[in-house]
């Protein structure tokens, strides 16, 4: 019986063949990986700015007086607004100031403490809602409206606002596509309805 094995020629050629279907392997996963990181990171910042959006309009819509006796709502700008609710359901009502600065909008809650009740002095629970958010002085973050419907320009009197209306605008990078993603959605302050 006679034992046949690999030559250094076939072995070198199977090697060969081996290391290229492997580079080229490498180079189509690499390849697939950096044409989708961006689709990817544009998914994972509208979701996070879907889900920001949503937690938002679900706090305005339970704005209630503050446990110092504060009016529900305290600022209302076009890139921020600072309201009382209680967020975390836990028979408190804690401050909640949501802002957008320099394409990133976060959301900062203060319990109150003491007695009296105080806000001032507490610290604050800071968290980053969305990233990437792309707003400008055109589209404001924030729009306020009356009872009526009509919407409040300007100074606005805290008083007078019945529901506020989100936009926001994410975008990962402005030089490339896909567009704009515009995310928005209306509240309605329910406990201040009737009053």
């Known amino acids: 019986m006679t034992h046949r094995a690999f030559t250094l020629i076939e072995t070198l050629v199977v090697v060969a063949v081996v290391a290229i279907v492997g580079l080229a392997l490498h180079a189509i996963i690499l390849r697939f990986y950096q044409a989708n990181t961006y689709v990817l990171q544009g998914t ?4 996070s700015a879907r889900n920001g959006v949503t937690t938002l309009s679900s706090n305005i819509r339970e ?8 009016y529900p709502l305290s600022q209302a700008a076009t890139s921020s607004v600072t309201f009382y609710a209680d967020v975390d359901k836990d028979g408190g009502v804690e401050r909640v100031r949501m802002y957008l600065i320099e394409g990133t909008f976060y959301r900062v809650v203060t319990n109150a403490a003491g007695s009296p009740p105080t806000y001032m002095g507490q610290a604050p629970a800071t968290t980053t809602i ?8 055109s589209t404001p973050l924030f729009r ?12 606005v009197d805290t008083t007078e606002v ?15 596509a896909p567009d704009i993603y515009t995310l ?5 302050l329910r406990n201040l309805r009737n009053e």
């Open 130 to 137: 969305a990233t990437y958010v792309a707003n400008g002085t």
């Open 63 to 70: 704005v209630t007086y503050s446990d110092d006796g504060a």
């Open 184 to 188: 928005t959605q209306s509240a309605t």
């Open 144 to 155: 306020y409206f009356n009872a009526s419907g009509t919407e409040l320009t300007g100074s």
């Open 44 to 47: 994972a910042a509208v979701n």
């Open 162 to 176: 019945a529901s506020i209306l989100t936009t926001l605008m994410v975008d990962i990078n402005p030089h490339r």
